[in-house]
C-alpha cells in the first residue's frame, strides 16, 4: 500500500496488510503490485538520499520501492508486430531487463554494390549483455547501436564487390569477422555479439529476374553436368562389371584347367601305379617260379643221392652204373693204322 498523509510524506507499507483511510491524517491511499523478477531479469533501481545512488537488483526477487526509490523506464527500439525485421524507435517500453543472450532480425536496406546494383541484405544477431552497468552508462537504446553499427559494415562489405562477386561471397556475411564495427560498438556499451546469421538478400525485380534467370541457367547446366557424370558413371560401372565378369571367367577357366591338369596328373600316377604294383607282381611270381624250380632240382638231386647211396650199399659199381645211365656220345673216330695192326678210338 503506498499512503500520503496531509502533511505530504508518503510511506510504502509492504503487503500484506490492512490500512484505514482515515480523512484526518490521510490524503489518499493506493494498492500497488509488488515487482516480481525471475532469475533472469534485474531492475536498475535509483534512490535519493543525500545524493542519488543506482544500484542493480537481480532475480530472482520480490521488489517493493521505498518511497524515495524508482526504477529506471528503458525505451528501446521495437519490433514493428507486422514485420519482425522492422523496428520502431521508442516503441519498446519496460523496466525489467532480461539478462539472457538475445536475438533480433534485421533486413539491411539500400546495400549497394560497386556495379551500382541494390539489394537487401536479411540477418539475425546474437547478442548477450556482459555489463549492465557500462550499458546504462554508455547508451539509451543498445538495439539502436546495433543496427547502426551493421548498417554500416554490411555496407562497406559490398561497396568493395560487384554482384557476382558479392553472390559468391555471402559465406563470409556470417563470420564475425565481417562485423567489426558491430562488434567494437557492442563492446563498448557493455554487450558481446556472439554470432551474426546471413539469412539471404533480396535485389530489385528487374535484378532478381536477372539473377533468377542466370540461377536457372547455372542449375540447368548444374544438372547436364551431373547428367554426364551419371551417365559416364553408369558406363564405368557397366564396364567394370565386364571387366570383373570377363576376369570371374578367365578365372573359373583357368581352375577348370588347372582341375584337368591335376586329375591328369592323378590319372598318370594311377597308371603308373598300377604298372608298378603289375611289374612288382611279376617279378614276384618269376621269383616264386625260379624257386619252385630250384626245388625241384633240389629234390631230384636229392634223390639221386639217396639212390646212388642206397646202390652203393647194395655192392653197385656206381662208375659203371653212372657212365650206363649216361653214356657219352661219340663225336670224332680216330684210327692209327701201321702195318697191319689198325687201332681205333672213339
Excluded at 519496460?94 to 541484405?121: A, C, E, H, W
Aim: with cysteine; charged share 30%; glycine share 4%.
Amino acid at each position: 500500500n503506498r499512503s500520503s498523509d496531509r502533511e505530504g510524506r508518503v510511506t510504502n507499507h509492504p503487503g500484506p496488510c490492512q490500512m484505514y483511510m482515515n480523512p484526518l491524517e490521510h490524503d489518499s491511499i493506493n494498492i500497488r503490485d509488488a515487482i516480481r523478477l525471475t532469475a533472469d531479469e534485474m531492475l536498475v533501481v535509483y534512490k535519493q538520499e543525500n545524493e542519488i545512488g543506482r544500484r542493480l537488483l537481480y532475480g530472482p526477487a520480490i521488489f517493493v520501492p521505498s518511497a524515495n526509490e524508482w526504477l529506471h523506464d528503458f525505451r528501446w527500439h521495437g519490433v514493428d508486430p507486422k514485420d519482425k525485421t522492422r523496428w520502431i524507435p521508442n516503441d519498446h517500453n519496460f523496466r525489467k531487463l532480461s539478462t539472457i543472450p538475445g536475438q533480433m532480425y534485421y533486413n539491411v536496406r539500400d546495400v549497394r554494390t560497386n556495379d551500382d546494383v541494390v539489394m537487401r541484405v536479411k540477418l539475425m544477431l546474437f547478442y548477450e549483455l556482459s555489463e549492465p552497468e557500462v550499458m546504462l552508462n554508455m547508451t539509451h537504446d543498445p538495439i539502436a547501436d546495433f543496427i547502426n553499427a551493421v548498417c554500416s559494415d554490411v555496407i562497406a562489405f559490398a561497396s568493395q564487390l560487384s554482384y557476382a562477386e558479392f553472390h559468391k561471397q555471402t559465406s563470409f556475411l556470417s563470420k564475425i569477422n565481417t562485423y567489426p564495427q558491430l562488434c567494437q560498438r557492442a563492446k563498448r556499451i557493455g554487450y558481446d555479439i556472439t554470432q551474426v546469421v546471413y539469412r539471404g538478400y533480396h535485389a530489385s525485380e528487374s535484378t532478381q529476374q536477372l539473377q533468377d534467370a542466370a540461377i536457372e541457367t547455372r542449375t540447368q547446366r548444374r544438372l547436364n553436368t551431373e547428367i554426364e557424370e551419371e551417365k559416364a558413371k553408369l558406363s564405368s560401372f557397366k564396364l567394370g562389371k565386364e571387366l570383373n565378369r570377363t576376369a570371374k571367367r578367365q578365372e573359373i577357366q583357368a581352375i577348370k584347367s588347372e582341375q584337368r591338369q591335376e586329375l591328369e596328373k592323378k590319372k598318370q600316377l594311377v597308371e603308373i601305379e598300377k604298372e608298378q604294383r603289375l611289374h612288382a607282381a611279376q617279378i614276384l611270381r618269376e621269383e616264386k617260379e625260379r624257386e619252385e624250380l630250384l626245388k625241384l632240382k633240389l629234390e631230384e638231386k636229392q634223390g639221386e643221392v639217396h639212390l646212388l647211396s642206397r646202390l652203393k650199399d647194395l655192392g653197385v659199381d656206381l662208375t659203371q652204373y653212372l657212365v650206363t645211365k649216361n653214356p657219352a656220345s661219340v663225336s670224332e673216330e680216330l684210327q692209327i693204322m701201321k702195318g697191319e695192326t689198325a687201332a681205333s678210338f672213339h
